[in-house]
């Protein structure tokens, strides 16, 4: 829940949400405004660029408008001022974990859970042989997730609590997902399932209900 939705949930009034409407259109004017300079300061800067210095100097001169401080200064305040948005913004991105460290901090925390598991010990679990994996695969009966430059098998293949056929109906529904994808189905609550994961209906023996949920999920 962001800080408006907080705030009109917490005080339930009107007001509230006027002044929170108000606050978040103040900040997507401020940040468009803000990219639309750097846009145009990048534009201009490419310009000036461009110019070759004897032209560029003798523009400088006759420009009416031109600095009585001088070039030299001119240039300084520019750099001090780009120096000072850098850092701000540098702060900001530091304070705030972007989604692709959220994502591996949540698979990292798969493997040490043993939810995900490399192909040597998957196969193992499942009494298989490398071909037989292979073969699931291909038959989109199973998926992987890739980490890094390795291959994580979910281990609820191999859990005794779920129907192995109905895991690998259901991951055959899910068709030519991306692991991730396949893996995000599994393990979230889906309101088509009262807000049950995947896993936890299969456990229950809502096999068509699952189905159901996989089909529209694929369709997305």
Do not use: C
């Amino acid at each position: 829940m962001d800080m408006v939705a907080y705030g009109r949930e917490a005080l339930g009034d009107s007001s509230t949400a006027s002044m929170g409407q108000i606050d978040s259109k103040n900040s997507t004017d401020v940040r468009v405004d803000f990219w639309t300079n750097v846009r145009t300061l990048v534009a201009d800067a490419r310009k000036v660029e461009l110019l070759p210095p004897g032209k560029l100097l003798v523009a400088l001169k006759r420009a009416p408008e031109a600095p009585s401080s001088g070039l030299g200064a001119e240039a300084e305040r520019l750099e001090r001022s780009i120096q000072i948005v850098r850092k701000g913004l540098e702060r900001a991105v530091g304070k705030s974990p972007s989604p692709n460290d959220s994502v591996r901090s949540f698979m990292a925390d798969l493997i040490n859970k043993e939810k995900l598991l490399q192909a040597s010990v998957f196969t193992e679990r499942m009494a298989w042989t490398r071909q037989a994996l292979s073969k699931a695969l291909e038959a989109k009966r199973m998926f992987f997730v890739e980490v890094g430059d390795s291959r994580y098998y979910p281990s609820f293949y191999a859990d005794a609590r779920y129907e192995r056929g109905h895991l690998e109906a259901i991951t055959k529904l899910l068709g030519d997902l991306p692991g991730g994808a396949k893996l995000q189905f599994f393990l979230n609550a889906r309101g088509s399932l009262n807000k049950a994961t995947p896993l936890h209906a299969l456990a229950r023996g809502q096999l068509a209900a699952v189905q159901a949920a996989a089909e529209g999920f694929a369709q997305v």
